[in-house]
């Protein structure tokens, strides 16, 4: 089983709609989790951290489940501008690496 | 204040040559992280460094190496470039306050090997 695992997608959404993305992880050490965005061949950069009582940022919510070792990102009346990769990303307690998804690819059509 | 910057953007090299990827962390930052991103395929951790000192490294074969300096610059050097080393190599810089942890990414350097 891989570390972190996502849907690679692609969701395929119009403009105006709601779509939700779920990552898994295997250790359940991990401590740190964050929602990255990738735009074609440029670098990540840093979309959300993830909070154990969820947290919002505008169109945006991310949401934790230690039990079942999930993490979410909830975006809401998505934007032409939203179409990109979308990588979670796991840090184990200690370890000090951030381990990456393979990312979910999102869509968003006229 | 200037972010991660990396150099070369493009190196273009033929197999069984070296190659070497440069990184200035965001000023303040002890810690830089080296991925690797091949075509369609996730980031690969390489190599961590802080304060000066190797203190990981990812599943890659020994001509995978590198070493940050003094000033926390780093340096990637490949070595024997295969074909398959062709990628995009990305370099992040973390900042830690309490709670709050960070990576912050250069544009990386599109590495293409023929």
């Known amino acids: 089983r891989k570390e972190v695992e996502q849907d690679p997608g692609p969701f395929n959404v119009p403009e105006g709609a709601t779509v939700a993305f779920n990552c898994t992880y295997s250790n359940s050490a991990s401590q740190s989790f964050f929602w990255y965005r990738q735009d074609c061949r440029k670098e990540p950069k840093l979309l959300m951290s993830v909070y154990s009582s969820g947290n919002e940022d505008g169109r945006f919510t991310a949401q934790l489940n230690r039990a079942s070792q999930y993490i979410s990102l909830l975006i809401r009346d998505s934007k032409l501008s939203d179409s990109a990769t979308y990588l979670c990303v796991v840090m184990a307690g200690g370890s000090y690496i951030p381990t990456f998804g393979r990312g979910t690819s999102l869509i968003v059509h006229p | 204040e200037a972010g991660v910057t990396q150099s070369p953007t493009h190196l273009i090299k033929t197999r069984g040559q070296q190659a070497t990827l440069r990184c200035s962390p965001i000023?303040?930052?002890?810690?830089v992280y080296w991925y690797q991103q091949a075509l369609g395929l996730g980031l690969q951790f390489l190599l961590w460094?802080?304060?000066?000192?190797?203190?990981n490294r990812g599943n890659f074969p020994p001509r995978f190496s590198g070493r940050q300096f003094p000033n926390y610059s780093s340096e990637l050097n490949v070595n024997a470039l295969e074909l398959e080393d062709s990628a995009l190599y990305l370099c992040?810089?973390?900042?830690?306050?309490?709670?709050?942890?960070?990576?912050?990414f250069g544009s990386g350097t599109q590495l293409s090997v023929l």
């Open positions: 000023s303040g930052h002890t810690s």
């Open positions: 460094y802080d304060e000066g000192e190797e203190r």
């Open positions: 992040a810089s973390r900042f830690i306050r309490g709670r709050n942890e960070k990576l912050f």
